[in-house]
C-alpha cells in the first residue's frame, strides 16, 4: 500500500483549496454556455463526488446525469410549479419594500440552459449504518459532501453548477423513476459559464447580508 | 470590484483539489496528538466553513468551539450511552460472522484526544428561505456543505478531522446551552495526527466494500 495519501500539503497548496472555495459559484441559466463539456471533465467531477466521506463508509448517494430534452423540460415544469408557490409566501410574509419583485426578477435556475443536469439521491442502506444509529440524517448529509466535493471540482476545472431546491422531490423521483426508497437530495445544473461572479449574485443584491464570523462563532457554550 | 473570482484554474491546480479531496480521511483518537492547534489554523477552518454555499445566502450555520475538558467529558459521555445502543441494534441484527465484535474494537470518537471540539448547528431562519420554499431540508445541507469545506482545508492543513454521529444531539444542545430551536449537524473532533491511514480505516478493515462507479452513476433514469 502507497503512503502518498500521509502527504503534507504546503501552505500555498492549502490557499489555493481556499481560493478555489472563494472562486465557487451557484450558476444559473443566465450564465450557463450550451457547449457540451468534456466527458474527461464529467469524469472528473463523478470521482471527486466518490472521494467524498460518507457515514460507516455506506456511500449512500446515487447521480442521475440527465441531458435529454424532454426529461429537462418535465424538471422545468415542476420549478415553475413550485416557484409560484414560493412567489406565493413571499408575498403572504411580512417582508422589506420591493423584496418580491426582487424575486419574481431573479432567475434561479438552469435547468434547460445548462448543457447537463445531475440529479444526486440518498439510497439508504437496509439496516443498521455504523455511525447513523442515533442520528438518522447522516446518511443524507454524506450525500451532500458529496455534492459540495462535485462543486468544488467543478470549479477548479472552469465548470459552473447551480443546485436547483425549487422542485417537487416526489415529481423528479417520479420522472426518472427512482424507487420509491430514494430520496432526492440535489439537483445541479452544470455546464461552462460565460463568467463566475465575483460575489455571490444574492450578495451582491442585497438580498441578505454576509454574516460576521463573529455572529456565528461560539466559544465554549451558547451563553458565554 | 475585483474580478480574480473568474479566475480560470489550471489543470495541475485542480489535480491539487482531487489530491486533497484523495487524502482526507475520518480521524479518530487512537490518530490525534494533544498538542494544541495554531490559531491562526483554525481560524483558517473557519474561514473555509463562511465560503460554503448556502441556500438563499441563508448562512444558516452557526459552530461552538469547544476546549474544556468538562464540557468534553459530558459530551463523551453521551457517546458511551449512544454507543451501547448502536452495540445493541448490531448484535440484534443478522450480519455476517464478526460484524459485531469488529464494530466492539473500533475507535469511533476523538472528543477527548482532539485538542480542539466544534459543534456545529443549523439556526433555522424565521420566514421563508429562499430556494427552501419546496425543500425544507435545504438550511441543514448548507450547513453540511460548511463543513466539508472545513474538512477538506483542515487536511490541506495538514490538520486531521473527525465527525463524530454517535451522539445524541438533544443531550449535546443541553450541554452547550443550544436554543431551542437549533439544530444539531455535526460534531468535529479537531487535530494534528500521527498520520493519515492511506485509505478509510472502513475500507481497510472491509466493513464495507468500495462501490463501483458504474453502480451509482445512472444514465438519464433509474430503469434504462
Chains 1, 2 share one sequence.
Not at 21 to 45: C, H, Q, S, Y
Request: negative net charge.
Amino acid at each position: 500500500m502507497s503512503t502518498h495519501q500521509n502527504k503534507q500539503f504546503s501552505e500555498s497548496e492549502s490557499d489555493l483549496l481556499s481560493e478555489i472555495m472563494a472562486a465557487r459559484r451557484d450558476v444559473r441559466g443566465n450564465r450557463f454556455l450550451a457547449e457540451a463539456l468534456d466527458p474527461d471533465d464529467v469524469d472528473k467531477i463523478f470521482v471527486a463526488a466518490l472521494m467524498a466521506p460518507s457515514v460507516g463508509f455506506s456511500q449512500p448517494w446515487e447521480f442521475v446525469s440527465i441531458t435529454q430534452a424532454d426529461t429537462r423540460q418535465q424538471i422545468a415544469d415542476s420549478f415553475f410549479v413550485e416557484n409560484e408557490k414560493a412567489k406565493a409566501l413571499f408575498r403572504a410574509g411580512n417582508y422589506q419594500a420591493g423584496q418580491l419583485e426582487k424575486y419574481e426578477q431573479l432567475k434561479l435556475e438552469g435547468i434547460i440552459e445548462a448543457p447537463l443536469n445531475v440529479a444526486v439521491f440518498y439510497n439508504p442502506q437496509k439496516g443498521p449504518v455504523l455511525g447513523q444509529t442515533s442520528m438518522p440524517e447522516m446518511g443524507r448529509y454524506s450525500v451532500v459532501c458529496a455534492v459540495q466535493n462535485m462543486w468544488l471540482k467543478a470549479r477548479s476545472l472552469n465548470i459552473g453548477i447551480g443546485w436547483v431546491s425549487i422542485l417537487d422531490p416526489e415529481k423528479v423521483k417520479h420522472i426518472l423513476h427512482a424507487p420509491q426508497d430514494r430520496e432526492l437530495i440535489a439537483y445541479l445544473c452544470i455546464g461552462k459559464v460565460d463568467k463566475f461572479y465575483d460575489q455571490p449574485e444574492l450578495e451582491m443584491l442585497q438580498w441578505q447580508q454576509r454574516k460576521k464570523a463573529e455572529q456565528v462563532i461560539l466559544t465554549e457554550r451558547f451563553d458565554t
